[in-house]
C-alpha cells in the first residue's frame, strides 16, 4: 500500500507523489535519488538490523550463515530503483561497513559473527594436548582425562555433548567394494586429506551439513575444491603430503581459511584419526563418523544440482568416501600412525609461525613501526 501525501524530499513545487516510506521516521519519498538524500535516517535504521542478525540474535546457526550467503549475493545482483527503495540491505551499508563485511568474506572470518561453535568430536570439552595423548597410547597407558574447557560458559551452565554423526549399522566389506582387489599401500594417505578437509569445511560453516539444505553445495564445493582426494582424485605418498596439498588450496585463495586455519584443520584431522578412545572399536569411531556425514552430504548435494560436471565430481566423491568407509573399518590399527604424523606436522607449522613472528615483531621493533622506513637518499645530485 503506497502512502499518502507527496514526497518530502522533492522540492515544494516539484513534489511527485510519494511512492515509499521511510522505515524508522515515516517520511515520505518518491525515488531513489530522494531516497538517498534522506539516507541517513534510514541508513541507520537497515545497518542496525544487518548488524543486530550478525550479532546471533537468530536462534540458528545455519540460518544465520543463510542469510550471510543471499546478502552476498543480493550484493552482486542488479537490482531495479524499486527493490533497491524497498528492499537491497546491501546497499544501505556505509562503503567502510561494506569493505569491511568483504573483508570478513574473502578471510573466511565471517563465522566470528556467530554464536560460538564447538566440534562435535570435542564431545562437550577441549581435547588434551594431541602429542601428549598420542604419547600416552603409544605407551599403552590409561588415557588421560580431558581438561576442563578454557572457554567460558554462559550461566555456569555446561554446554551438552553432541552426539557424533550417524554411522551406517551394516559397513561393506572393502574386498566386496574393490572387487577382490588389494588396496593400494597408499591408500591411508588419503583419509588425512580427507578429513583435513571435513574438518575446514565444519569450522567455515559452522557444522552445517545437516542444517541448511541452501548451503550444502557450497559446503560440499568447498570440500571438493580443499581434499584433491575428493575432488582432484589425487594420490599421496605421505601424510605430509596429503596435509601440505590441502594447505596449499586454502592458502592458494581460490577458498577462505575460515576459523581454523590450514594449522587448525591439521590439529583437528589428528583429533578425529585418534578417536575417543584407544580400546579396539572406539578409536575408529569419530573418522567412520566423518565420512559417513560426507557420504551423506555428497549425496544430497548431488540431488539439489543439476546434471553437469558438478554432479558427476559429488558422486565419485561420495563414492571415494564409503570406500574410506569400509577401509577404516577393517584397518583401524593404522590411524594411531596417521594421527601421530597429523600432530606432528601441526607442531611443525605452529613452530614456523612462532618464528616468524619473532622476527616480524623485532623487524617491526627495528623500524618503529609495521612498515620498514623510507630509504634515505644517500648521494644527492647538485645542480
Not at 515520505?28 to 530522494?34: A, G, Q
Not at 569493505?99 to 562435535?120: I, S, V
Amino acid at each position: 500500500m503506497e502512502p499518502a501525501g507527496l514526497c518530502g524530499q522533492c522540492p515544494p513545487d516539484e513534489a511527485r507523489p510519494a511512492r515509499y516510506t521511510c522505515p524508522r521516521c515515516n517520511v515520505p519519498y518518491c525515488s531513489l535519488p530522494c531516497y538517498r538524500a534522506h539516507g541517513a535516517c534510514a541508513e541507520a535504521f537497515y545497518r542496525d538490523q544487518v548488524l543486530g542478525e550478525l550479532r546471533g540474535r537468530t536462534a540458528s546457526p545455519s540460518r544465520l550463515a543463510g542469510a550471510l550467503r543471499r546478502l552476498r549475493q543480493q550484493r552482486d545482483a542488479e537490482a531495479s530503483e524499486e527493490h533497491q527503495g524497498l528492499g537491497g540491505l546491501w546497499e544501505r551499508l556505509q562503503p567502510a561497513e561494506k569493505a569491511a563485511f568483504e573483508r570478513l568474506l574473502n578471510r573466511g572470518e565471517a563465522g566470528r559473527l556467530l554464536p560460538p561453535w564447538r566440534p562435535w568430536w570435542w564431545r562437550g570439552g577441549a581435547r588434551a594436548p594431541l602429542l601428549e595423548e598420542l604419547r600416552v597410547r603409544e605407551e599403552g597407558a590409561e588415557e588421560p582425562a580431558p581438561p576442563p574447557d578454557p572457554a567460558p560458559a554462559s550461566q555456569d551452565v555446561p554446554e551438552p555433548m553432541t552426539a557424533p554423526p550417524p554411522v551406517p549399522s551394516n559397513i561393506p566389506a572393502l574386498a566386496r567394494l574393490s572387487g577382490g582387489r588389494v588396496p593400494s599401500p597408499l591408500l591411508c594417505f588419503q583419509l588425512p586429506n580427507v578429513l583435513f578437509a571435513y574438518a575446514h569445511a565444519q569450522g567455515l560453516y559452522h557444522g552445517g551439513l545437516d542444517d541448511d539444505p541452501e548451503l550444502l553445495p557450497d559446503l560440499c564445493s568447498t570440500m571438493l575444491g580443499v581434499a584433491g582426494a575428493l575432488g582432484a582424485r589425487q594420490a599421496f605418498r605421505s601424510t605430509r603430503e596429503a596435509l601440505h596439498a590441502a594447505a596449499h588450496a586454502l592458502r592458494a585463495g581460490a577458498h577462505p581459511p575460515g576459523p581454523l586455519g590450514a594449522r587448525g584443520a591439521m590439529r583437528e584431522a589428528a583429533r578425529l584419526l585418534l578417536g575417543e578412545s584407544a580400546l579396539p572399536g572406539a578409536q575408529k569411531g569419530y573418522t567412520l563418523a566423518a565420512l559417513a556425514q560426507m557420504a551423506r552430504a555428497f549425496g544430497r548435494a548431488r540431488s539439489l544440482v543439476p546434471a553437469g560436471e558438478l554432479r558427476e565430481r559429488l558422486y565419485r566423491a561420495r563414492k571415494k568416501c564409503q570406500y574410506l568407509l569400509s577401509w577404516t573399518n577393517e584397518h583401524e590399527d593404522a590411524l594411531t600412525p596417521l594421527a601421530l604424523d597429523c600432530a606432528h606436522e601441526y607442531r611443525a607449522e605452529e613452530e614456523e609461525a612462532g618464528r616468524v613472528e619473532t622476527l616480524s615483531a623485532e623487524l617491526e621493533r627495528l623500524w618503529g613501526g609495521p612498515r620498514p622506513p623510507a630509504p634515505r637518499t644517500l648521494i644527492q645530485e647538485l645542480a
